[in-house]
């Protein structure tokens, strides 16, 4: 199969994974799961947060891919802001993209888990080359969660044979957290729909393959959002679909984020997702897939300014001594470091639950909103601990501290975490309090 390391291929093995199950389990309730001889607690053998051979040499690749092919280049990627091409094929041949693609479209079927392990080593050597990556598994999980066997095979076998991008098409001018404010309409005629609107801030916008793209279908305002929005697949070579300018941001600047706009594009039946009114829960389902490899990502920039932060504390002397030697400094990494590893646990509990098939909304949000804060806080003081060095574009921090902020804003602000969280915890405590 083109682009798959055989090799990283017949590293997996769909037995014996301490952290996670097969992402084919079936949960009737938190906490167990169904098989052929019963019900069975999963956590019957007690905790256990050691790595499986497979699991560690998934690590070990992705770590030696990001000390020889991220970390050289990220500086200049950072810098021009060109879409880094060249990784990214490497990658796709190396076997690390598309991993939570089935084996029935040639993928290798990874977990949630696995992905996450795999996400937070690349982060580390570069956020903006791993967003460019990771993008393509929010452009396709509505594909992976929704599609008909003829729609997975068709979009998701693509991804595996060819260095293809894919995009995930929501967010607009006017309509960001407010998904239900969305103006993009899709109107049927005939056996086609014809969609018109404009996305904004859309990840691999300029690169993508095709996209998916959430439009609204029934007028009436007073529709609710559950029902008054579907999700297209588009084919980016569709007449009407056009890309805008690059956007230059603050960071993670390699990343392609664009506008696009929809003039009359048409769009077959067949690639409408589950049907008329299902795609405000499509699109709001690929969070709970989504959200902990945002998660992971984050984990990765705050290990990175933890450990910058570190070997410069240890080589800058300050009254006589290493300034890692000086309280003041060496609270600040321990601070970093509490804030990563708590931080590095709620990605894995909740890709975890996702591979287990229990519902992780409450703890996929926990983990996006605790890592993102904690990647922001760790960058900043990472930028601290160097002073003045830290300010200066030769040092590697200040690039980190730019990259940071990005990861409470996009899929789903800090502050939109919140409202889930409160929300599922509030159902949570009626039932138990």
């Avoid at 050289?72 to 880094?84: F, I, K, N, R």
């Avoid at 393509?136 to 599609?147: D, F, R």
């Avoid at 594009?265 to 795609?279: K, Q, R, S, T």
Wanted: aromatic share 8%; charged share 20%; with cysteine.
């Amino acid at each position: 199969m083109a682009g798959l390391s055989r090799n990283f291929r017949q590293l997996y093995s769909l037995t014996s994974r301490s952290l996670t199950t097969s992402t084919s389990a079936r949960q009737v309730s938190p906490g167990v799961k169904t098989s052929g001889e019963g019900e069975l607690p999963l956590a019957e053998g007690g905790l256990n947060f050691t790595l499986t051979s497979e699991q560690q040499e998934f690590v070990d690749l992705a770590e030696n891919f990001t000390k020889n092919e991220i970390i050289p280049v990220a500086p200049h990627y950072d810098l021009t802001g060109e879409y880094p091409w060249p990784v990214i094929k490497k990658a796709h041949e190396t076997g690390l993209m598309n991993l939570h693609i089935p084996e029935a479209y040639g993928g290798m079927g990874l977990g949630t888990l696995e992905g996450c392990l795999i996400t937070e080593k690349m982060a580390y050597g570069c956020t903006g080359i791993m967003t460019a990556l990771e993008a393509n598994g929010l452009g396709s999980m509505p594909v992976m969660i929704a599609g008909n066997e003829e729609q997975k095979k068709k979009y998701l076998t693509r991804l595996i044979e060819e260095p293809l991008m894919c995009a995930y098409g929501v967010t607009e001018p006017g309509a960001g957290s407010d998904v239900a404010g969305i103006k993009t309409k899709a109107e049927k005629k005939g056996n086609e729909w014809v969609i018109n609107g404009q996305k904004m801030w859309i990840t691999n916008g300029g690169v993508a393959n095709f996209y998916f793209v959430l439009a609204r279908t029934n007028p009436d305002p007073k529709c609710p959002a559950s029902k008054a929005f579907t999700g297209f697949i588009v084919d980016a070579d569709t007449p009407g679909v056009t890309p805008g300018r690059k956007e230059k941001n603050m960071g993670q600047r390699c990343s392609d984020t664009r506008g696009i706009t929809f003039e009359d594009v048409v769009v077959p039946e067949e690639n409408v997702l589950i049907g008329e009114g299902a795609g405000f829960k499509v699109a709001m389902g690929a969070f709970d897939k989504t959200r902990p490899p945002v998660a992971a990502g984050a984990v990765g920039i705050s290990q990175r300014a933890l450990d910058e932060a570190t070997k410069y504390a240890t080589e800058r002397k300050a009254f006589g001594v290493p300034i890692i030697n000086h309280q003041a400094v060496a609270f600040m990494l321990a601070d970093m470091a509490i804030g990563t590893e708590a931080a590095r646990l709620c990605y894995q509990k909740s890709a975890w639950q996702a591979d287990n098939g229990i519902r992780n909304t409450y703890y996929a949000s926990i983990a996006k909103c605790l890592a993102g804060d904690v990647a922001n806080k760790s960058a900043t003081d990472a930028v601290q601990v160097f002073g003045g060095n830290g300010f200066n574009t030769e040092y590697p921090v200040e690039k980190l501290m730019r990259d940071a902020k990005i990861y409470q804003i996009y899929e789903g602000t800090a502050q939109i975490q919140r409202v889930i969280i409160s929300r599922e915890w509030l159902a949570i405590a009626k039932q138990k309090l």
